[in-house]
């Protein structure tokens, strides 16, 4: 069964950094596009980011952009979130996820493959 794992994912205090990773179990996942999406408490899954097999393409929600980079390693079957000048509004479980079609996809439904999350949490 294909399998996706975050981690990487903790405690930090506002202005901090955390570096997410999310590996695969299938190495067929190199071909797909990934996305990072996350959900805070009493909130609908929201998007993050998205980036395309070859790293040709990246979007980011506007929330995020600027402060977080998406980037990838087909070889490693991991794609990884980088996350820079955190706030207390970032806190949220942050789920990866995989999508078989071509190009970037913006939204939770595009996507066929899930991991588990991890926890995010900035303190301010």
């Known amino acids: 069964q294909v399998q996706l794992e975050e981690s990487g994912g903790g405690l930090v205090q506002a202005g901090g950094f955390l570096r997410l990773s999310c590996a695969a179990s299938?190495?067929?996942?190199?071909?797909?596009?990934k996305g990072w999406f996350r959900q805070a408490p009493g909130k609908e899954r929201e998007f993050v980011a998205s980036?395309?097999?070859?790293?040709?393409?990246?979007g980011y929600s506007k929330d995020v952009k600027g402060r977080f980079t998406i980037s990838r390693d087909n070889a490693q079957n991991t794609v990884y979130l980088q996350m820079n000048s955190l706030k207390p509004e970032d806190t949220a479980v942050y789920y990866c996820?995989?999508?078989?079609?071509?190009?970037?996809?913006?939204?939770?439904?595009?996507?066929?493959?899930w991991g588990q999350g991890t926890q995010v949490t900035v303190s301010s």
């Open positions: 980036i395309t097999r070859n790293s040709g393409s990246t």
């Open positions: 299938e190495r067929i996942f190199s071909s797909y596009t």
């Open positions: 996820a995989a999508n078989q079609e071509v190009g970037l996809r913006f939204v939770a439904l595009d996507y066929d493959y």
